[in-house]
RNA sequence: GUCCCCAUCGACUAGCGGUUAGGUCACCACUCUUUCAAGGUGGCGGCACGGGUUCGAAUCCCGUUGGGGACGCCA
């Protein structure tokens, strides 16, 4: 029996692209383009009062962003449609009558308000409310006659009294719930919009979805599903439920605890490439050791048996330290062009190649944002402090430095051409004539170019990359400032 | 409160009855080196606890503890 591999992924758009909800996104594509399927956007817009303006872009921009191309949605259409759910309002109502019909469901009368007072006064004592709907008892002619008048009312499932029902979950293996613990929870509410609970069932059905790929907050409902599918007779989907993706000390990822959404990392100078290969990671490993996957890799070697059952922390280290790897990879052109808009934010001078210094500062650099503070001390030379000048390491001393700056001046003012090779030349013809340990010049010249502590690169690359004006300028600055009685 | 799920280094994980419990991040040391990185080498560090089952348990079962999730006219 070879039935065709249809995965889907169906966010809400209530707001940004969560990690967590990439990382469905990025499984349930995998898993479809390593089963040769389809993979199906839909848009789980029944929530009227949650949807936030321009989500449904984020939504797309992020999926095209980081390569999660879908082969049917609302944008492209396909043969399932529509993949918006406002708009297949009539769908639903035709499924929930025939529920109804079969057993599954009941029309209820009661107002949201009863609903409210009787759950708030449950919380006073320790316990959840659980409804005893008495429109269960109702005669079904006649609660659809009512129905049928206009008169308002939301639908409700009709859970079996007693007995269990259980289900397998290629991830957790089979869960079993007692039906008594489940809910007569709302299908159809009184705008005639359905609930997730619904909604899901019925376009998961129709939209011929093989795998039900969605995070593990599911699970615990998902017999309640199985239930409408069992009544209304459909082939229940193989269920993959993923473990969830928490924030460190326990608490939930969550856009109100910081940056979990794909954007923001993306802004903070992320490649989506290292983003997609980290949370790739999140809850599914490969078997072997290797942990550098392109999306074209994953694509192949992706297997519902590497998927993992328990939550994973999100760890920023871990993405830094692979987001660095990715930087490190690019071209140095490719890095230059990334490099850019940073550059243009600390740099202002316009007599820099930028391309020789992305290749110092490229090695250097773990997130884009980085960047600024690497390059900081290039437009002008930031105050510092005779200290700078003594290390124990480099034998150098503010007395050395001086010595060693006062030579170095001369030496590269006599220079013709500027470029790595003869400014090398220059300094080690220096060292080797006077006699001097290598740091007890370089030390001292990179100090006064960089007037940091560290910087990205040594003294003869910075003196390339500031020039010849500016490293004599800096190098007279340093002599000054060696020179004053302190 | 009820139900469901989970449990290997600080983090991500390999392991699926017999391993010196492996890898990666982080951390530390050393090394390379004209700083810092990057690279190389090494180190630190773990089977939550208690019972079983078994000749033998990280691995199987039960319990405890801990963590997470669900219990909406949210998804």
């Not at 490649?271 to 192949?300: H, T």
């Not at 430095?401 to 220096?430: P, R």
Request: net charge negative.
């Amino acid at each position: 029996m070879s039935v065709q591999v249809r995965t889907r992924f169906a966010p809400s758009p209530t707001g940004y692209m969560h990690i967590g909800n990439l990382r469905t996104a990025l499984y349930a594509y995998l898993i479809a383009r390593a089963m040769n399927g389809k993979f199906i956007l839909r848009i789980e817009d029944t929530d009227q009062e949650r949807l936030v303006e321009g989500s449904v872009e984020v939504i797309y921009n992020t999926l095209k962003l980081v390569g999660l191309e879908h082969d049917e949605g609302p944008d492209i259409g396909g043969p399932f449609g529509p993949y918006i759910q406002s708009q297949r309002k009539d769908v639903y109502k035709e499924w929930a009558e025939k529920l109804i019909a079969a057993g599954g469901a009941y029309y209820c009368f009661c107002s949201k308000e009863k609903l409210e007072s009787l759950r708030k006064e449950a919380e006073g004592k320790d316990a959840v409310f659980k409804y005893q709907d008495p429109c269960r008892e109702l005669d079904p002619a006649e609660a659809q006659k009512r129905a049928v008048t206009g008169e308002p009312c939301v639908v409700r499932q009709k859970i079996p009294r007693g007995g269990s029902t259980t289900f397998n979950d290629m991830v957790y293996g089979s869960v079993t719930v007692e039906n008594d613990t489940l809910e007569d929870g709302i299908l159809l509410k009184s705008d005639g919009l359905p609930t997730y609970n619904f909604a899901n069932v019925v376009d998961d059905h129709l939209m011929q979805i093989s795998h039900v790929i969605r995070g593990s907050e599911y699970l615990s409902s998902a017999p309640k599903y199985n239930l409408i599918y069992q009544a209304l007779g459909w082939v229940i989907p193989a269920y993959i439920h993923l473990p969830l993706i928490m924030k460190a000390a326990g608490k939930k990822l969550s856009k109100r605890e910081g940056d979990a959404s794909f954007e923001d990392f993306y802004h903070q100078g992320y490649l989506n490439e290292a983003i997609v290969n980290y949370i790739a990671l999140l809850g599914w490993n490969p078997k072997d050791d290797r942990e550098i996957f392109s999306l074209d890799e994953l694509k192949k070697i992706f297997n519902i048996s590497g998927l993992n059952n328990s939550p994973a922390i999100f760890d920023p280290d871990k993405l830094k330290w692979m987001n660095g790897e990715y930087i490190r990879k690019l071209a140095p052109e490719q890095f230059k062009q990334l490099a850019m808009p940073y550059y243009q934010k600390a740099i202002k001078r316009t007599d820099i190649d930028l391309l020789k210094l992305s290749k110092l500062v490229q090695l250097r650099t773990e997130v884009l944002s980085d960047i600024p503070g690497i390059v900081d001390f290039i437009d002008t030379l930031p105050e510092y402090d005779v200290s700078l000048y003594v290390n124990k390491k480099m034998k150098t001393d503010p007395a050395i430095s001086l010595e060693s700056l006062k030579l170095a001046l001369v030496v590269l003012g006599n220079l013709e051409i500027w470029k790595h090779e003869t400014i090398h030349d220059a300094l080690f013809g220096l060292i080797e004539t006077q006699g001097l340990k290598t740091g007890q010049m370089l030390w001292p010249v990179r100090t006064a170019l960089s007037g940091k502590e560290s910087s990205p690169g040594g003294a003869i690359d910075l003196a390339e990359v500031l020039g010849k004006e500016e490293t004599l300028g800096r190098i007279t600055a340093g002599i000054e400032l060696l020179s004053k009685p302190s």
